[in-house]
């Protein structure tokens, strides 16, 4: 490993300078709205506000799932929130998720406005409100809460580090690429054992574990993440490649996978009524 210069940290850090790379000029030390803007409602009992990156497509694919399994109260309304241009930090969106992240989500079923953030949560949220996709018996809801904050927890050094350093960094760093790639392949062997001996991610039965677990390791392992399939030896998981492309094949999953999307072969910018799929093809 080489390293061209080293950089000796100051002994107290200050934002001086933007970080570089792609999220620059999004990215700051603080919280809080930048600007006012009003978050528009539509007609549904389910407001969501979001964008198709992997935790976002977890919500719609459970949106998606629910409505063709034949919960018509899970009807929704899918607003985009464009975080490369910053309307995660408006002063709507703000008021429902003081993080700044998407996807947050608003119940208006009830007769308080339920707000909602963080995928995990919602995905917790709208399985127990509508008593699917997560097992009542108690191991076996066990196991699909693990695994589904399992998710929760190790995906960020999947995005936020090896997805950051190998494909969004504004120059290579031999080390972070090492660390995170090192520690992405370990999760990916992780979840192959895993399905070497289930058919699902917590057991014989499709869960919001899988929904949430897919967009990041099935992305990776399709090749629709960071460019990183052959680099990581994607071809090595193949327990992981057979749930990814059984997972696929789903049509809730492939309509959720196009919603609040902003590029890509199936685009749904807004998702407003099941009628919208028709315009890309899908159904």
């Known amino acids: 490993m080489s390293q061209s210069s080293e950089y000796v940290p100051p002994k107290v850090w200050v934002w001086e300078k ?16 930048t600007h006012d803007q009003e978050l528009p409602v539509g007609k549904h009992p389910l407001q969501l506000y979001s964008q198709g990156t992997p935790n976002g497509i977890k919500v719609t694919i459970l949106l998606e799932e629910l409505l063709a399994a034949g919960h018509g109260g899970a009807e929704y309304d899918a607003w985009l929130i464009r975080i490369g241009e910053g309307d995660q930090f408006g002063s709507g969106f703000v008021g429902i998720n003081p ?16 707000a909602i ?27 699909c809460l693990s695994w ?32 995170f790639a090192m520690e992405t392949k370990r999760q990916l062997d992780v979840l192959d054992q895993r ?27 399709l090749g629709q993440l960071y460019n990183a399939a052959e680099f990581l030896s994607v071809h090595e998981y193949s327990h992981v490649q057979r749930w990814a492309r059984q997972l696929a094949e789903r049509p809730a999953v492939r309509r959720g996978q196009a919603v609040n999307r902003t590029s890509g072969e199936a685009v749904l910018r807004e998702r407003h009524a099941a009628a919208d799929f028709a315009a890309i093809g899908l159904v």
Not at 18 to 33: E, L, M
Not at 207 to 214: H, L, P, S, V
């Open 195 to 221: 399905l070497a001996q289930h058919e699902f991610v917590a057991g014989d039965a499709y869960t919001i574990a899988d929904m949430a677990i897919w967009p990041w390791y099935g992305g990776l392992v």
């Open 148 to 179: 589904l904050f399992w998710q929760v927890g190790s995906a960020p050094y999947v995005g936020g580090g090896f997805g950051h350093f190998y494909n969004y960094a504004p120059f290579k760093i031999e080390y972070a690429i090492d660390r």
């Open 18 to 33: 933007p970080s570089g790379g792609r999220f620059a000029s999004i990215n700051r030390p603080v919280s809080g709205p």
């Open 99 to 114: 993080n700044s992240k998407i996807p947050a989500l608003v119940d208006r079923s009830v007769q308080a406005p339920v």
């Open 117 to 143: 953030f963080e995928s995990g949560a919602i995905l917790q949220y709208l399985a127990e409100k509508f008593g699917a996709f997560l097992p009542t018996e108690a191991a076996a809801r066990a196991q």
